[in-house]
C-alpha cells in the first residue's frame, strides 16, 4: 500500500466555520507533512511531524492547527479561515530517516473560503 | 535556508525531442534531490531522485544530472510523448537534518503531437 489518503476531497467553508482534513497513511512512514498549493506555484511547506511530534512549523497562522493522532493519522484543524487561505492542501508522508526518501502525496483537499 | 530556482518556468517541444529543466540550489549542504511530476488536478509524484554521492542517474527515457561544485543539477527527458506534459517541480533536502523539502517553481512541460 503506497497510498496518503486525504478526505475530504473538497471542502466549502466560511470565514467562521470550523472543519479539518484528514489524512492517513499505512506506510509506515515516520514524517509527515501539510503543504499548502495555490494555482501555478510549488507546494509550500506548512507542518512537518517526525516521529509524531510537530518539528518544522513554518510560521503559519494559528488558525491553521495541527495534529498527529498516532503515526498514521494526520489532521489540520481550520478556524476562522480567510478567502486568501483557499487552495489545494496536500498531505505527504515519507520514511522520516533523515535519509532523503521518497514523499509520497495525497490527492490533496481542495479549500474554498467564502 | 534552502533557495531553489528552476527555469524555464515554460517550455514546449515537438514529440520526439528532448526537454530540459535546469535547478540551482544554495545550501552547498543539501544532498538529496528529487523531481515531480504534476499532471493537472493530480498529486505531486517522484520520477527520479539522485543524491550528493552520484553525478548521473538514468531511467529509461529520464535522466537527472547533478554538479556539486556548480549547484546545479537538470532533468533530461528525452524521446518526448503528450504524455509527458506536465508541471515538473525539482526540490533539494538536506539529509539528517529537517525533513524540510524545498521546491523550485516548476516547470509547465508541453509535449505538441
Known amino acids: 500500500d503506497t497510498e496518503v489518503t486525504q478526505t475530504p476531497k473538497h471542502l466549502v467553508m466560511g470565514m467562521t466555520n470550523k472543519k479539518s482534513l484528514k489524512c492517513e497513511q499505512h506506510?509506515?512512514?515516520?514524517?509527515m507533512y501539510w503543504y499548502k498549493q495555490k494555482a501555478k506555484k510549488p507546494p509550500e511547506l506548512m507542518f512537518v511531524?517526525?516521529?509524531?511530534?510537530?518539528?518544522i512549523n513554518e510560521s503559519v497562522p494559528s488558525r491553521f492547527s495541527p495534529e498527529c493522532p498516532n503515526s498514521s493519522l494526520l489532521n489540520l484543524h481550520l478556524h476562522a479561515l480567510q478567502p486568501e487561505d483557499s487552495a489545494l492542501y496536500l498531505c505527504?508522508?515519507?520514511?522520516?530517516?533523515?535519509?532523503?526518501?521518497?514523499?509520497?502525496f495525497g490527492q490533496g483537499t481542495r479549500l474554498t473560503v467564502v | 535556508g534552502e533557495n531553489v530556482e528552476q527555469h524555464p518556468s515554460t517550455l514546449s517541444v515537438q514529440e520526439g525531442d528532448s526537454a530540459v529543466i535546469k535547478c540551482t540550489y544554495s545550501d552547498s549542504a543539501s544532498n538529496y534531490f528529487p523531481w515531480y511530476k504534476q499532471e493537472l488536478g493530480k498529486r505531486p509524484q517522484l520520477i527520479i531522485d539522485?543524491?550528493?554521492?552520484?553525478g548521473e542517474k538514468k531511467d529509461q527515457r529520464i535522466a537527472v544530472t547533478l554538479n556539486k561544485t556548480a549547484k546545479h543539477f537538470s532533468l533530461h527527458i528525452t524521446e518526448t510523448q503528450p504524455e509527458d506534459s506536465a508541471v515538473y517541480f525539482c526540490a533539494a533536502l538536506l539529509e539528517g537534518g529537517s525533513e524540510k523539502l524545498v521546491f523550485g517553481k516548476g516547470t509547465k512541460l508541453t509535449v505538441n503531437p
Open positions: 506506510m509506515g512512514h515516520r514524517a
Open positions: 539522485i543524491r550528493s554521492n552520484v
Open positions: 505527504a508522508s515519507s520514511q522520516g530517516t533523515g535519509y532523503g526518501t521518497e514523499a509520497f
Open positions: 511531524y517526525s516521529y509524531e511530534k510537530l518539528s
